[in-house]
Antibody
Framework: QVQLVESGGGVVQPGKSLRLSCAAS????????MHWVRQAPGKGLEWVAV????????YYADSVRGRFTISRDSSKNTLYLQINSLRAEDTAVYYCARWMPLGQFDPWGQGTLVTVSS | DIQMTQSPSSLSASVGDRVTITCQASQDISNYLNWYQQKPGKAPKLLIYDASHLETGVPSRFSGSGFGRDFTFTISSLQPEDIATYYC???????????FGPGTKVDIK
């Protein structure tokens, strides 16, 4: 079955960097674009970034552009999110999701929690 | 950028009640509107895509409608397992940008 599993979260000091990973299985990873979405504690969903199926096109939310970098390695069926200069407001559960043809996010991974704290 | 609003922000209804949530876009988005269910501590799950198409495996008590700026999500007969927060989501194609509504929390009365 289609499965997405995030990893790489944890407690990080402000100003540090972190790389999140999302391992995909059960589908042809190289045929689909992929998203990152985050959810701060007790808050709603915030779209973060998307990458095209071949990695050539990348788009970001205004709130993260310049500090976040989305990338993928289709040889490893893995999606990445590099987060630099971490801030307290980056504290959230980060989800990866597959970009479906009609703009849907489906499915979603279980999420990985990033906590920015000194 | 397109903004999404949802109403109500929360509601409480009895088992068997009909529940309706509305979602409004700040500009015309055609039918580029999807709905998700998120249960506490879980990842979101796609329920409705393209405003009115039921995702495979989703119970038929869930439905969606609308076009342009105004959209509606309905649970025809609320069940205890429907306790969750529901989000609408729009997307632009050029360039690809995606926005979620603020969510509607549904509880059992």
């Amino acid at each position: 079955q289609v499965q997405l599993v995030e990893s790489g979260g944890g407690v990080v000091q402000p100003g540090k960097s972190l790389r999140l990973s999302c391992a995909a299985s059960g589908f042809t990873f190289s045929s689909f674009g992929m998203h990152w979405v985050r959810q701060a504690p007790g808050k709603g969903l915030e779209w973060v970034a998307v990458i095209s199926y071949d990695g050539t096109d990348k788009y970001y939310a205004d709130s993260v552009r310049g500090r976040f970098t989305i990338s993928r390695d289709s040889s490893k069926n893995t999606l990445y999110l590099q987060i630099n200069s971490l801030r307290a407001e980056d504290t959230a559960v980060y989800y990866c999701a597959r970009w479906m043809p009609l703009g849907q996010f489906d499915p979603w991974g279980q999420g990985t929690l990033v906590t920015v704290s000194s | 950028d397109i903004q999404m609003t949802q109403s109500p922000s929360s509601l409480s209804a009895s088992v068997g009640d009909r529940v309706t949530i509305t979602c409004q876009a700040s500009q015309d988005i055609s039918n580029y509107l999807n709905w998700y269910q998120q249960k506490p501590g879980k990842a979101p799950k796609l329920l409705i895509y393209d405003a009115s198409h039921l995702e495979t495996g989703v119970p038929s008590r869930f439905s969606g409608s609308g076009f342009g700026r105004d959209f509606t999500f309905t649970i025809s007969s609320l069940q205890p397992e429907d306790i969750a927060t529901y989000y609408c989501q729009q997307y632009d194609n050029l360039p690809p940008l995606f926005t979620f509504g603020p969510g509607t929390k549904v509880d059992i009365k």
